[in-house]
């Protein structure tokens, strides 16, 4: 991949990957690392990538999945990067905390980056089919919690 | 019973869920064009460097520094983020890409193995295979060894391991860290049928291609159970009917020192370790003085490291002998010499009982490794795969690998299978790859905008097989719950078996909230001659039945459902 080309797929994708890992991981220090790791990858790479920006994306959130798993215990997610988002958005927020690992990352993938449970599984390094039973439980778990703030 | 009418029963609607996290389309980001750039232009730059990313706009910046730690030599890199604390915290390097992700669905064979080692030293490292020591079963038995090999599954080609500090040995622990494939103990036949119990220990750094000797352990020589937590490798207990031990010790590679492990409350012979996150679980037999059980059914224990504790565990159904189990799926799912297996949830510290592996009965003690959603077990040569996902176990196995040794490991999302023919000797290196392999082609999709009361039929709902009898039921699944299945006056009552479990009503169906999930369903179900009723809830993805096998769910166009052949 060219330096110009990997730019332009930068600039296109890159806030809505760090965005999607932020809501993932809870961290801006994992979804800014795990990002630029990502794309420092893909620019090593060269011309190896057949498509750069899906390639990216599974990158980073492999990258990410890797530095969670290091953490022994679940961090508290970080409230500075999110403080002056909007009231349910911040519902949103708290209720992904609410959530085990998978299921942030399959429902954050599924529901705001747009992908299928196929693309999903290939990235998360597991199968469309539990990538299907993350999903559901996350969203179920997100109305339960998000059905209990707004009572 | 509870009913869920899935248009009404959520006040927040999927497109209200959507609508939320498209409003973080306005948290601001950081841009990192400059950092992807220096670290780009860097992959061979040797010792710590620092840089410091820009914040968010305008807003409180996220201070974070990142390095790297370049072992040029190696070719591999840590790297290490800093707050502006200045801790730091060791990140490992994370394979992106899954080289088996482009394998078939179901079995695929893979470049011939050197040799097949049983009870050897095996690691999967993302890339690559490690089997090192262990030993070639050939018929009155084979010699241990002291080498090994590499399968690098990026050229397919197998490759001798460089020579190892340690003499030929079976049974050693093994973990994969991350960066090194650790080993310890092990034991190998002496002299006068005495057994030689190794206490020493090596690492192999795959990037260096160099062995390391381990510091000496504070236990002594033995073929124990081993678990790696991500921090340690945990050796424990002693798989020898001729020796009771209930010690153990735990290594850490980064400050490369052992320490002692509390001692359990129980022993075991035959064994198997699995690290739940928190615990590891020891579970199996103990068979000692013979093959005689001490207990009237298995035994396991849990071992917390970091209160350095023990609790054992209450007793299963399975029957004395058993000794393999896997960590799947917030569960150990255990298997017996008999084909009956149960799962064990740390969080209730209770067991349920599974169906038994659809198998034919072989004299044959089980293997089994995981990876994410599915366990595979190996009576044999015959083999099953079990989907947590589904519940259940699948009859995998190949009729041209019966009576064959077989040795499965966890590769990523695949299992590499090493066999070898008892009879001929062939050898054979397979994939297993659970992903479609369980799922059934061409099957139509779910359409979630079909009117209410549409019906779902699941055309051939195949329970597990005894024998060769084969009990397939007809079923009907309505989207609102209402419609059971086909019950026995419906005509598609089961056609022979000794075995099988059969639909008694639909007690609730969840979902689906999008367009590709999963309906979660909740049955009641009567097992064999209608003598034991239990409730199970099973995950219906579009493209499977509720075995998750042949062809599934199809959906009737809002018309009557009618059973399927």
Redesign the interface.
């Known amino acids: 991949v060219e330096r110009a080309g990997l730019e332009g797929i930068y600039r296109e994708h890159g806030p809505r990957l760090w965005r999607a890992l932020l809501l993932a991981t809870g961290d801006p220090e994992v979804a800014s690392d795990a990002l630029a790791e990502a794309f420092a990858q893909a620019l090593r790479r060269d011309s190896d990538l057949r498509d750069p920006a899906a390639w990216v994306w599974r990158a980073g959130f492999r990258i990410a999945a890797g530095e969670m798993k290091t953490r022994n215990r679940v961090e508290a997610m970080s409230v500075d990067v999110v403080q002056e988002m909007p009231e349910s958005f911040l519902d949103l927020w708290a209720a992904l905390r609410r959530l085990t690992p998978h299921q942030r990352t399959a429902v954050v993938l599924a529901d705001y980056a747009g992908w299928s449970h196929r693309e999903i599984a290939r990235a998360m390094g597991s199968t469309a089919s539990a990538v299907g039973v993350h999903a559901h439980r996350a969203r179920r778990r997100l109305r339960e919690l998000l059905e209990d703030r707004d009572a | 019973v509870r009913v869920v009418d899935c248009e009404s029963f959520?006040?927040?609607e999927?497109r209200d869920?959507?609508e939320?996290?498209?409003?973080?389309?306005?948290?601001p980001?950081?841009d990192?064009?400059d950092?992807?750039?220096?670290?780009?232009a860097a992959?061979g730059r040797e010792g710590l460097a620092r840089s410091t990313?820009p914040g968010?706009d305008g807003?409180?910046p996220?201070t974070?520094a990142?390095a790297f730690m370049v072992f040029a030599a190696a070719g591999t890199f840590a790297?290490v983020?800093f707050?502006g604390t200045e801790t730091d915290?060791?990140?490992?390097?994370?394979?992106?890409?899954?080289p088996f992700?482009d394998v078939e669905p179901g079995w695929s064979e893979l470049p011939v193995p050197p040799e097949v080692r049983s009870y050897a030293a095996t690691a999967w490292t993302g890339s690559q295979l490690l089997v090192w020591g262990g030993d070639e079963f050939a018929g009155s038995g084979g010699g241990v060894n002291d080498d090994g090999f590499i399968f690098d599954a990026t050229d397919g080609a197998w490759r001798p391991l460089p020579d190892a500090p340690l003499n030929a040995r079976s049974f050693p622990a093994a973990a994969w860290t991350g960066s090194e494939l650790l080993v310890w103990g092990g034991s190998a036949p002496g002299s006068f049928g005495q057994y030689v119990r190794y206490d020493d220990g090596a690492a192999y750094d795959p990037a260096t291609r160099r062995w390391r000797a381990l510091p000496p352990a504070p236990i002594d020589g033995r073929a124990p159970v081993s678990v790696w937590t991500?921090e340690e490798l945990i050796v424990w207990g002693s798989q020898d009917r001729e020796l009771r031990r209930v010690d153990g010790a735990a290594y850490d590679p980064s400050e490369d020192r052992w320490r002692r492990i509390a001692d359990a409350p129980i022993e075991l012979t035959d064994a198997t370790a699995v690290w739940t996150g928190e615990e590891m679980i020891v579970f199996g037999a103990a068979l000692h003085g013979g093959n005689f059980p001490e207990t009237p059914t298995a035994i396991g224990g849990a071992y917390d490291p970091e209160r350095d504790t023990w609790r054992q565990l209450p007793p299963s159904d399975l029957s004395p002998q058993a000794h393999t189990a896997a960590w799947v799926g917030g569960e150990m799912i255990a298997l017996d010499y008999e084909q009956g297996t149960a799962a064990y949830d740390p969080s209730t510290n209770g067991w349920r009982p599974l169906a038994d592996i659809p198998l034919r009965f072989y004299e044959c003690s089980p293997r089994s490794v995981a990876i994410?959603?599915?366990v595979f077990a190996n009576f044999c040569g015959a083999t099953a795969v079990y989907?947590?996902?589904?519940d259940r176990w699948h009859d995998t196995a190949r009729p041209d690998l019966s009576g064959w040794v077989l040795e499965p490991v966890a590769a990523?999302?695949t299992f590499l299978v090493m066999g070898r023919s008892q009879e001929s000797g062939e050898r054979k290196m397979l994939a297993f790859n659970?992903?479609?392999g369980l799922?059934c082609a061409g099957t139509q999709h779910v359409d979630p905008t079909q009117p209410e009361g549409a019906t779902y039929v699941v055309e051939r709902f195949q329970r597990m097989r005894f024998d060769d009898a084969r009990a397939d039921i007809g079923g009907i699944l309505s989207l609102r719950g209402e419609a059971a299945f086909a019950d026995p006056d419906s005509g598609l009552q089961p056609l022979v078996g000794g075995y099988y479990h059969f639909v008694w009503e639909v007690l609730f169906v969840?979902?689906?909230?999008?367009p590709?999930?999963?309906y979660?369903v909740g049955v009641r179900m009567r097992i064999g001659l209608g003598e034991r009723v239990v409730e199970e809830t099973y995950?219906v993805?579009p493209g499977?039945n509720l075995e998750?096998e042949h062809c599934p769910l199809v959906i009737d166009g809002g018309r009557p459902g009618v059973a399927g052949p």
């Open positions: 959520w006040r927040i999927m869920l959507k939320r996290f498209r409003e973080a389309d306005g948290l980001t950081p990192l064009w950092e992807v750039r220096a670290r780009g992959p990313r968010l807003r409180k996220i974070v990142v790297w983020a707050r915290r060791s990140i490992h390097p994370v394979p992106v890409e899954d992700g991500g994410d959603g599915f989907s947590a996902a589904v990523g999302q659970p992903l479609d799922q969840d979902g689906p909230l999008g590709d999930d999963a979660e995950f993805s499977r998750g």
